[in-house]
């Protein structure tokens, strides 16, 4: 998995899942021994065990990972506030006057969570613009809202 | 159809219903990523007042707050699910627990399956399958928010499945079903009892698919969100002669299964099968039996 040692490696974490690897479409997942053991049919396969992420041109992790991620020492970590955080959320950058705390260097290209509290809302990659630095939504949890409301269409 | 023949027959069911019986909102704490206490305090900073269910596990109905509660912070955190306070008994009949390998054969968009592994602890496994593409991709998301981590899902015929020589330890039929008024507005306008009568030939076809998959011992909690017996007490009274099956007792809200359905007088054991009349529960209108394979 490639596309996970890139993204990990873009966030300075060291991680490595437990279980088997297995990938499905653009979806790579980490299946524990007790859900292996119970696959019969890959063909119809849907999902299985933990979500890591999915590969579009690059890595997106999918919520469990941040989860995990967010609770490590070691990752790249921004934080905002609620207000803020709702913002990222739907979609919106963060602006560096927003950030109130930060882990990690914040240069251009170097990729962070964006933490509220203890939790992970998702990631972006530290850009310029207008001569200011802001970080660039990646992925928000609110991919959630977005895609019930595409199936809901 | 129109409502008249529907709300008719449900009188002579002793309940007589209006049609604009609604349910109240309800939510479910996801015990795998958080606590009651931590999320009754989290949603209620938010104004959001939760009101534990009495007789469910992890269910509150939450009233109050600023922003909808499938938009919150704690909603994309996997904090909670939002399911319909009768739609989370089942679960609790089926009481899965850590280690078993579990089968939900109608599982899409995976509310239920989420709360089957909630309740195993993520241990052991469970096997999740839904013939509509279209509706797995609400489990899959439904998976991924709850923190989900030990459930295999296939796209396959729960009529017809075959898994090889394994058998279950549990099994969830939660069947397609004609549904009830109370979550759809639109629902006298869509059904008529034609419907009814060909759910109840898919239903039975699932129930004999589940028992050929049910370990000797096993246990199927059969529901459904229908109020018409011919999906409910006569698929349970099919069962009971058709195929060598006890029935528990299922003990909460809601009455006793009817005995005595369209002139016809049913096993005195379909009663130990339980009903939620909307006008006793303040929910939608289910049915759950729980059977066992000796």
């Known amino acids: 998995m490639r596309e996970l040692k890139d993204f990990l490696a873009s966030i300075g ?16 997942f980490a299946v524990g021994a007790d859900v292996a053991a119970h696959i019969r049919d890959r063909g119809r396969m849907v999902y299985a065990g933990k ?10 992790p999918s919520a469990g990972l941040l989860r995990e991620l967010g609770r490590m020492q070691g990752p790249n970590k921004v934080w905002v506030d609620e207000r803020v955080g709702w913002l990222f959320a739907c979609g919106r950058d963060v602006f560096g006057e927003s950030i109130t705390k930060s882990e990690g260097e914040l240069e251009e290209g170097a990729c962070f969570l964006v933490m509220m509290g203890d939790d992970c809302l998702g990631y972006g990659r530290v850009e310029t613009r207008g001569g200011k630095m802001l970080l660039k939504n990646l992925f928000d949890l609110g991919d959630f809202l977005r895609r019930e409301r595409g199936l809901e269409e | 159809m129109g409502a008249g023949i529907f709300l008719k027959r449900y009188e002579t069911m002793g309940h007589e219903l209006t049609g604009r019986e609604r349910t109240r909102r309800a939510i479910r704490v996801n015990t795998l990523l958080a606590s009651r206490e931590e999320l009754e305090e989290k949603l209620s900073a938010r104004g959001v007042k939760l ?14 707050g600023e922003s909808s509660v499938g938009a919150s912070f704690e909603y994309l955190l996997g904090l909670y699910a939002i399911q319909e306070a009768a739609a989370q008994f089942p679960i609790e009949v089926l009481a899965p627990t850590a280690g078993e390998v579990v089968l939900d054969m109608c599982a899409a968009p995976g509310g239920k399956t989420a709360q089957a592994a909630a309740w195993m602890g993520n241990k052991g496994a469970i096997v999740a399958v839904d013939v509509k593409r279209d509706r797995l991709y609400a489990l899959e998301n439904n998976l991924e928010r709850l923190g989900v981590e030990n459930c295999v899902a296939y796209c396959a015929d729960a009529t017809s499945l075959d898994y090889g020589s394994e058998l279950f330890d549990k099994i ?14 639109e629902w006298f306008t869509k059904r008529d009892i034609g419907d009814v009568e060909k759910n109840s030939l898919v239903q039975r076809r699932l129930l004999g698919t589940a028992l050929g998959l049910l370990k000797p011992g096993g246990t199927l909690v059969y529901t459904t969100c229908s109020l018409e017996p ?10 009971l002669e058709n195929h ?25 054991e379909v009663a130990k099968c339980r009903r939620f009349w909307p006008d006793e529960t303040g929910t939608q209108g289910f049915f759950v039996a729980k059977v066992v394979k000796p």
Not at chain 1, 16 to 27: A, F, I, K, S, T
Not at chain 2, 51 to 64: K, Q, V
Not at chain 2, 230 to 239: F, H, I, P, R, T
Not at chain 2, 244 to 268: H, I, Y
Request: proline share 8%; hydrophobic share 35%.
């Open chain 2, 244 to 268: 060598d099956v006890k029935l528990s007792q299922v003990d909460g809200p809601g009455s006793p299964a009817l005995m005595e359905v369209l002139g016809r007088g049913l096993s005195p």
């Open chain 2, 172 to 185: 969830l039929l939660d069947a397609p079903c004609s549904g009830n008024f109370v979550t759809d507005r």
């Open chain 1, 13 to 28: 974490a060291v991680y490595e899942p437990g279980g088997m690897r297995m990938n499905l479409n653009d979806r790579r």
């Open chain 2, 230 to 239: 011919e999906e409910d007490e006569l698929n349970v009274q099919w069962l």
């Open chain 1, 51 to 60: 979500l890591l992420g999915r590969t579009r041109g690059e890595f997106i």
């Open chain 2, 51 to 64: 009101t534990p269910i009495p007789w469910l596990r992890d269910g509150f109905h939450a009233e109050g």
